[in-house]
């Protein structure tokens, strides 16, 4: 069964090669060739056709951009795709398609065949992106690493023994420096945890 499919792109010469490879393909059926959202909107609206599953548009677009018209066609249409198609690949711009509800979101550079299957992709539960794009998605969801502890060795082994309950004399003792040594180092913690008493570096360790 053929896929009803849109396409919306101002660019004569870029909306001329997808309409004639992708409406040549036995797998589409091409329904609507649009400039503009609003020209798909209006064809929408007035009921006349076959409503496209599928729609793959540009983004910067005149008047209503590509992203922007995502809510306008599925409150039309809550069952159809959008497959957005640009040459922007920044990371802002990306979230804002996905969370408007985009499906896929490509790059213009991408090979026709690629655009056909990734339409494919899409009618078959898949959600397509361009490399670029892909690695934005990655790098958000990536955990981010550990913070690491702003303190040096030696402060650290000082704040575990303070843990303990050891005195600063103790403390000198143990790792074999002196006391003056030992009362510089808790300044210098003090001042890179920002804070002011050996109760706040307890609990801020208790917390870690």
Do not use: W
């Not at 082994?157 to 309950?165: D, F, L, N, P, Y």
Request: charged share 20%.
């Amino acid at each position: 069964m053929q896929i009803s499919l849109a396409i919306v792109e101002d660019q004569p010469a870029i909306r001329q090669a997808l309409s004639t490879y992708l409406c040549a393909q036995p797998e589409f059926k091409c329904v609507l060739v649009a400039e503009s959202v609003e020209e798909l909107l209006a064809a929408l609206d007035s009921g006349e056709g076959i409503a496209p599953q599928i729609i793959l548009s540009d983004i910067g677009l005149p008047g209503i951009t590509g992203i922007a018209g995502i809510p306008l066609v599925r409150q039309r249409l809550p069952q159809a795709e959008v497959v957005l198609i640009t040459v922007y690949q920044d990371a802002d711009r990306v979230f804002q398609a996905l969370c408007a509800g985009a499906v896929g979101y490509l790059v213009k550079t991408t090979p026709l065949s690629e655009i056909k299957q990734a339409l494919l992709d899409v009618r078959a539960g898949g959600s397509p992106m361009s490399s670029a794009v892909a690695r934005h998605v990655v790098r958000y969801f990536r955990p981010a690493p550990a913070a690491q502890s702003p303190l040096t060795a030696r402060e650290e082994q000082i704040v575990q023994a303070i843990e303990q309950g050891l005195s600063y004399k103790l403390v000198a003792d143990r790792l074999g420096i002196s006391l003056n040594t030992v009362r510089a180092h808790i300044r210098t913690v003090y001042e890179k945890l920002q804070i002011s008493s050996k109760g706040e570096l307890m609990a801020r360790q208790r917390a870690r």
